[in-house]
């Protein structure tokens, strides 16, 4: 039996095409993907992300702290102000990436993480094996009485400050990856100015029986419901990881372009730090763009270089530059600009190297 988020009879109202995603039943989207994808770079789009999971971690003053200091390969300590959020991964002894997560420091007894839906389980019980492990005296609470939704675009704010009395006066000065808690007549928001798409907009974390309310006022302000196709192509565009595919347990973070979320300077330890020093990369991610008609780039093709084979790890048709993309691991000496050809059945097409992203606020960064 699939698992379905407290939007599930919304979206089968709507008409959504429904997937099994990872065990959930979700919209990958609602009649045409192409124009979801074109409402999140043009104007606003909102996205069902309930099936990712909020963990809080709590404990006496000080203790959430230190155990997500060793815990994480980013530091925690760069968070002194409520709300404040830093990205990371979680990372096994091996170095390997677990999962990838956004960490929210809401007070010395309390940090929140988001983590992704196919790893929760999992990773909920690792954190709870790693307080058994190394003493910590922390409580970690999947909150499965929580839902979220994803609203962006370039009007994204804007409408949410329509739909939500009060939310303008308490975000229109929110930097990015910041959040505040708003009450409101759909329950307590979690509104992080967070997102998975390259545009600006918000994550909102409410109640799970207020989700659906919050859903309907949106769309009545003309917020285009989006399924996990856009979500897919956006994110691509935006030159963003998605675990399972360019990242998992079996690679390091050095090696999938996240060495920048890796705090290896200060002199804390965390879980992997051992194993990382002890192997550099040899390798990394890379965007490349097809430069040769007759495919489309995806997941799991070779790619040749002169310094060596690699794969790609995610590829599409990208709506916005109307090509084809990807992000593809490939020996750490390729440049940006190289030619490179990716085996595509029986051919081998040329792309060139370039450096992510390739659509950043609704702005083209790489040549055609």
Not at 72 to 91: E, F, H, Q, R, W
Not at 155 to 178: D, I, P
Not at 302 to 325: C, K, M, N, W, Y
Request: net charge neutral; hydrophobic share 45%; with cysteine.
């Amino acid at each position: 039996m699939l698992s379905k988020t407290p939007l599930n009879a919304v979206h089968r109202a709507a008409g959504a095409r429904m997937v099994d995603f990872g065990g959930w039943d979700m919209p990958v989207h609602y009649g045409s993907q192409l124009d979801e994808h074109h409402a999140v770079r043009r104007d606003a789009g909102m996205f069902d992300v309930s099936h990712m999971r909020v963990v809080d971690v709590h404990g006496e003053a000080g203790a959430p702290r230190v155990f997500l200091r060793a815990a994480l390969a980013n530091n925690v300590d760069k968070l002194t102000i409520p709300g404040k959020a830093l990205y990371s991964c979680m990372l096994a002894d091996d170095g390997g990436v677990l999962d990838d997560l956004i960490v929210y420091f809401l007070g010395e007894d309390w940090f929140r993480l988001v983590v992704n839906a196919a790893t929760a389980d999992d990773d909920i019980a690792w954190l709870g094996a790693l307080a058994a492990r190394h003493g910590h005296a922390v409580r970690v609470v999947p909150r499965v009485d929580l839902a979220m939704i994803a609203v962006q675009g370039p009007n994204a704010r804007a409408r949410v400050w329509q739909a939500v009395e009060g939310s303008e006066a308490a975000t229109a000065a929110l930097k990015a990856f910041n959040a505040v808690t708003l009450p409101s007549r759909f329950g307590d928001l979690f509104i992080a100015r967070t997102g998975y798409t390259g545009e600006d907009g918000f994550e909102i974390v409410l109640p799970a029986a207020q989700v659906g309310a919050l859903w309907q006022a949106l769309r009545a302000l003309g917020v285009t419901p989006c399924g996990l196709g856009a979500r897919d192509t956006l994110r691509l565009e935006a030159g963003m990881n998605l675990y399972g595919q360019d990242m998992d347990r079996s690679v390091s973070p050095l090696e999938s372009g996240l060495g920048w979320t890796v705090d290896l300077a200060a002199p804390r330890d965390f879980v992997g730090k051992a194993a990382l020093l002890a192997h550099p990369a040899i390798r990394q991610v890379t965007g490349l763009l097809l430069l040769d008609a007759g495919g489309v780039l995806r997941a799991h093709q070779a790619v040749h270089t002169t310094q060596g084979d690699g794969e790609i790890t995610s590829g599409t048709f990208s709506p916005t530059l109307r090509q084809s993309i990807a992000l593809a691991r490939l020996p750490a000496s390729v440049v940006a600009g190289e030619i490179v050809h990716v085996q595509v059945r029986d051919r081998q097409l040329a792309a060139r190297v370039v450096k992510p992203p390739f659509v950043r606020n609704g702005k083209v960064l790489v040549n055609p």
